[in-house]
């Protein structure tokens, strides 16, 4: 029978306890998420600084761009967000896309589509990478998590049979929470005159005094990172992404990418808005401070419990479960108790590194955490 393999997919990811459902969100609250009517203490949201809540005024109340933004959806909103992103990030021009899942797999798509091309990513870099290289016509290898030295045989072995080559990183890896070792890369990249392309979608707003993420924390110009991504839906609180480089670059993507050409722009509102919370995130330090501060005492009673942690120094706090039957288990014993703390299971991450991913965020009180830490300690000893 035709497409039996839907039911076929389904019942096996069901029998392998890896199957998705939604769950619906009745309310936001602070920190606080409401589902089927129960209060739960929300630690599954990438929201690091609390702005998704934050009350903020903007000069525009246009809820349609009516286009895609090469036809009517490139708004003045549009222009002064670019604009606000290029000159805080000290690079020459910025685009917008609607999503980071977009812009990731549409820059790789339209700047590495010729086979005299060469692709290295880090093996954990978001799905959105992936299809977008697998999608490309270059030649396409990973090297293993942060490992530097098998970047580096990688490219002397590699480099001279291809004319161009594009290493690709994330600033902080969305599952783990850890960095890479973006100065090595940068580094590598300049002596194999090869392009870096760093997806800082869980650095900005949490990294660097003022949010600005991996570029403000390391300093890292436009010829260190030709290629920066940002996205609008973790920290920053609203939703869509940005890629920023050279003036040649973004107008080679205006004319090549095809997510970017062919879809209809975010609203003005959106535009506007996204703007004002950029604006809170670089001023409003107190929600890095928080943050921090969260992140700090998570760590340290986490340790003091005996719960094993990764070296995660980030918002993203995973830990490690190993198995997705102990990973759902453990998260509805936490949901029963009151705290949302969903299960991360293969495909997601790789096989047999289900875990709970902990996002903590600027919401969060000390005794939340410490509450949190407390019943996962007792649910992991049984
Ligand atoms: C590292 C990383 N890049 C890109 C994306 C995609 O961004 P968006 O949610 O805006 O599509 C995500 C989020 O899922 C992510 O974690």
Redesign the pocket.
């Known amino acids: 029978m035709a497409f039996e393999f839907i039911d076929d997919e389904l019942a096996q990811r069901e029998s392998l306890d890896l199957l998705r459902s939604h769950v619906c969100i009745e309310e936001y609250q602070q920190q606080f998420v409401k589902v089927s009517g129960q209060r739960f203490l929300n630690f599954s949201s990438n929201d690091y600084l609390g702005l998704a809540q934050a009350e903020i005024e903007t000069d525009t109340n246009i809820v349609g761009s009516g286009g895609s933004p090469l036809v009517t959806g490139y708004s003045a909103q549009h222009r002064a967000l670019c604009e606000h992103i290029a000159q805080n990030i000290e690079r020459e021009a910025v685009l917008l896309f609607n999503?980071?899942?977009a812009a990731?797999s549409s820059v790789c798509q339209a700047l590495m589509n010729q086979e005299q091309q060469l692709i290295l990513s880090d093996k954990l870099i978001?799905a959105?990478f992936i299809d977008g290289a697998m999608a490309s016509k270059a030649q396409y290898k990973r090297f293993k998590h942060n490992d530097s030295a098998q970047l580096t045989q990688l490219l002397q072995k590699y480099r001279s049979s291809y004319r161009d080559v594009l290493v690709a990183s994330?600033s902080v890896f969305?599952m783990d929470g850890d960095q890479a070792p973006v100065s090595e890369l940068v580094r590598q990249c300049q002596e194999h005159d090869a392009w870096l392309m760093l997806?800082d979608?869980?650095g900005l707003g949490v990294l660097g005094k003022n949010g600005w993420g991996i570029v403000e924390q390391g300093g890292f110009e436009q010829e260190h990172i030709p290629i920066l991504i940002g996205?609008f839906?973790k920290a920053v609180g609203t939703?869509g992404?940005f890629v920023a480089g050279s003036n040649a670059l973004i107008e080679y993507l205006s004319n090549f990418a095809r997510h970017y050409i062919y879809s209809t722009a975010f609203s003005p509102l959106h535009a506007a808005t996204t703007l004002a919370h950029l604006n809170a995130m670089s001023e409003q330090n107190w929600r890095r401070e928080k943050l921090n501060d969260n992140i700090q005492h998570f760590r340290a009673l986490a340790t003091q419990l005996g719960i094993p942690l990764t070296a995660s120094v980030s918002a993203i706090q995973p830990i490690m479960v190993g198995e997705p039957k102990r990973a759902l288990m453990l998260s509805e014993q936490l949901m029963e108790k009151g705290f949302w703390v969903k299960a991360i299971r293969h495909p997601t991450v790789p096989k047999n590194s289900d875990r709970l991913r902990i996002t903590l965020t600027s919401m969060h009180e000390k005794e939340d955490i410490t509450g949190l830490l407390q019943i996962l300690a007792e649910a992991m000893s049984r």
């Open positions: 999503s980071g899942f990731n978001h959105s994330e969305s997806d979608a869980h996205t839906g939703g992404a």
